[in-house]
């Protein structure tokens, strides 16, 4: 992941069901080094727990937290007007857990396509100006997998977290 800690323009990271902690770990140092642009759309950005890890890293924790611009959307529909809002800045941009808006069961899997197809195409405009790194939490019984695939399939680099298998239930007798 050292590689990942400094991103260059024109790339996008795809970390597959990271631990939370690792997560805000990477944004922490990000904005530890420079300007940082967060869009939560899976509320999943923990300010204090970043403001925790970045004082870890400097003592300058007002101006690594200046640093940072953060921006939440909770529905599919916000996440597209949030990223066709965006202009191409040349900071890093950590999107958390992308897919979960567009596995909302109210709005059509066509729809949910549509949406992110929208999305995606925004996100190949933003990459030319900087790094992406976009986060997803694994598919909830394989709903709408497809989207991560999506997801995927527009990304250059993927990282992928296993989750422990499920351990065996104790026997009490």
């Known amino acids: 992941m050292n590689e990942l800690l400094a991103p260059?323009?024109?790339?996008?990271?795809?970390?597959?069901?990271?631990?939370?902690?690792?997560?805000?770990?990477?944004?922490a140092r990000l904005?530890?080094?420079?300007?940082?642009?967060?869009?939560?759309t899976g509320n999943q950005f923990d300010a204090y727990?970043?403001?925790r890890l970045i004082r870890r890293r400097t003592r300058q924790l007002d101006e690594a937290l200046e640093r940072v611009r953060v921006a939440r959307a909770f529905t599919c529909y916000q996440v597209v007007a949030l990223f066709a809002g965006l202009s191409a800045a040349p900071m890093p941009h950590v999107i958390l857990d992308l897919p979960a808006t567009f596995a909302d069961e109210s709005v059509s899997l066509a729809e949910s396509r549509r949406l992110l197809e929208q999305t995606l195409h925004h996100v190949a405009r933003l990459r030319h100006a900087a790094p992406l790194i976009i986060s997803a939490g694994p598919s909830r019984h394989g709903r709408r997998a497809e989207l991560l695939q999506t997801i995927a399939d527009a990304a250059d680099h993927l990282l992928a977290w296993e989750s422990p298998a499920d351990a065996a239930p104790r026997k009490l007798f």
Do not use: S
């Open 8 to 27: 260059t323009a024109g790339e996008v990271w795809l970390l597959h069901a990271p631990p939370r902690e690792a997560l805000l770990t990477l944004v």
């Open 31 to 40: 904005a530890a080094d420079g300007p940082l642009l967060v869009l939560d």
């Open 49 to 51: 727990k970043v403001a």
